[in-house]
């Protein structure tokens, strides 16, 4: 059973700029989540995927976007980036519904930098 | 509105001392209540959590925590500290009664003294 993986570890973008980070959900889970975490902050909750629908969303501009593919892999979308948009991004993925489970699994997280 | 606040961001013990980090929430409902280890450029680890039914949870390396909730409290607790310990942890409670959309402290990094 592989766990949760995301890519790239690291990142450098320019203010302005696009970028879009992947997460690999654990095998057999169909909810996703993002989260940030500034540095020295605790994780913040951007959003949820169920089933390639959002089901939840923290407090966080339209300019933070997401997706789910039919095989539970997951984007997340930031345009128009700020200095404030630094921050390690985890995905965590658990399975929702019927057999559901209450334990989400974090990845090892994408470190992004603005300049 | 769910929230949660841990008390002291750092915590310094000696290796062989007790270990007690401190959380406490707020919530309207039933919690579900976790707690998660991350080390130095690392995700979050699963260290134990509450959902329902003894109060008293038992999770890895040792650690367990009570949900208390007269005091709206679930610190984390370990008898013996070891070096291996050192790391930041968090406390987070879930906002969907599944599991799910977590709010998390703003942690608490623990130090371990030789």
């Known amino acids: 059973e592989t766990g949760v993986t995301q890519s790239p570890t690291h990142l450098i973008k320019t203010r302005g700029q696009q970028v879009t980070l992947r997460c690999s959900s654990q095998s057999g889970h169909n909810t996703v989540s993002w989260y940030q975490q500034a540095l020295g902050q605790g994780p913040q909750f951007i959003f949820q995927y169920y089933r390639e629908e959002e089901n939840g969303r923290g407090n966080f501009p339209p300019r933070f976007s997401g997706l789910q593919f039919p095989n539970y892999s997951s984007e997340l979308n930031v345009n128009a980036l700020e200095l404030d948009d630094s921050a390690l991004y985890l995905c965590a993925s658990r399975q929702a519904g019927p057999r559901a489970s209450d334990t989400q699994y974090f990845g090892p997280g994408t470190r992004l930098t603005v300049l | 509105a769910q929230s949660v606040t841990q008390l002291g961001s750092h915590v310094s013990v000696s290796e062989g001392a007790l270990v007690l980090l401190r959380c406490n929430y707020s919530?309207?409902?039933?919690?579900?209540l976790f707690w998660y280890v991350q080390y130095p450029n690392q995700g979050l680890q699963l260290l134990l959590k509450y959902t329902t039914g003894a109060t008293l949870v038992k999770g890895i390396n040792g650690f367990e925590a009570e949900f208390k909730k007269s005091e709206t409290s679930f610190h984390l607790t370990k008898p013996s500290a070891h070096m291996s310990d050192a790391a930041e942890y968090f406390c987070?409670?879930?906002?969907?009664?599944?599991?799910?959309?977590?709010?998390f402290g703003q942690g608490t990094e623990l130090s371990v003294k030789p």
């Open positions: 919530s309207s409902v039933p919690p579900y």
């Open positions: 987070a409670v879930s906002t969907d009664n599944q599991g799910g959309k977590l709010i």
